[in-house]
């Protein structure tokens, strides 16, 4: 399939979204829907959490404060956005930025599942509790976090949220050291 025809299934998985009108609480309140931004042919695929004020704004994920730590850390590997392919668990932004609801991540659960099978990753990184917690259920960040884990035959990476590291000069540097293993770990799944 070439990068046109992922970019078209892509689309394709936002309009029916929007036609299904999943959660329509949360669509009530955002301004806009958030899909994903990148390359649709990546190697690698962020996962986050849900979109904040910038996202919800400006209909891209992580463009806001947190976005920019992320582009920093990409760029220290030599990666851009464009390189990439990022992406939420909850597509619409939650009021005042509170944490998604189980049933709320339930509902876009089979949309993530479709994008991912269109990008076919070799790396999908987790980024914050809830990203791994869909997806790798039953585990601790604060213990795996930066360790690549296989499940159901897809290489997962769970890290910090950069948004919750960004003014925690500890979990920062620890965010910044396992990021920077992502070249490896995708190196040996080759
Ligand atoms: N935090 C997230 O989890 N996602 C975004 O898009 C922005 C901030």
């Known amino acids: 399939m070439s990068a046109q025809d992922q970019q078209a299934k892509l689309d394709q998985i ?23 931004d990148g390359n649709p042919d990546a190697d690698i695929l962020f996962i986050g959490e849900a979109p904040g004020k910038k996202e919800d704004e400006q209909g891209k994920p992580f463009v806001g404060a947190a976005g920019k730590f992320l582009n920093e850390m990409l760029a220290l590997i030599d990666l851009k956005r464009e390189d990439i392919y990022i992406t939420n668990i909850v597509k619409y932004r939650p009021p005042n930025n509170r944490d998604p609801e189980p ?45 690549p884990k296989r499940y159901n035959g897809q290489v997962y990476l769970p890290l910090f949220h950069p948004a919750a590291a960004l003014y925690n000069g500890g979990m920062r540097q620890t965010l910044i050291d396992d990021f920077m293993r992502i070249p490896t770990i995708l190196e040996k799944i080759k």
């Open 14 to 36: 936002k309009a029916d979204i929007l036609q299904k009108n999943v959660c329509p609480n949360l669509a009530k309140t955002a301004k806009q829907l958030v899909m994903g």
């Open 103 to 147: 049933d709320e991540k339930e509902a876009f659960l089979p949309y993530l599942a479709e994008q991912i099978a269109v990008i076919k990753p070799k790396l999908i990184v987790l980024l914050g509790r809830h990203s791994m917690e869909s997806l790798i259920p039953g585990l601790k960040i604060s213990q795996v976090h930066g360790e």
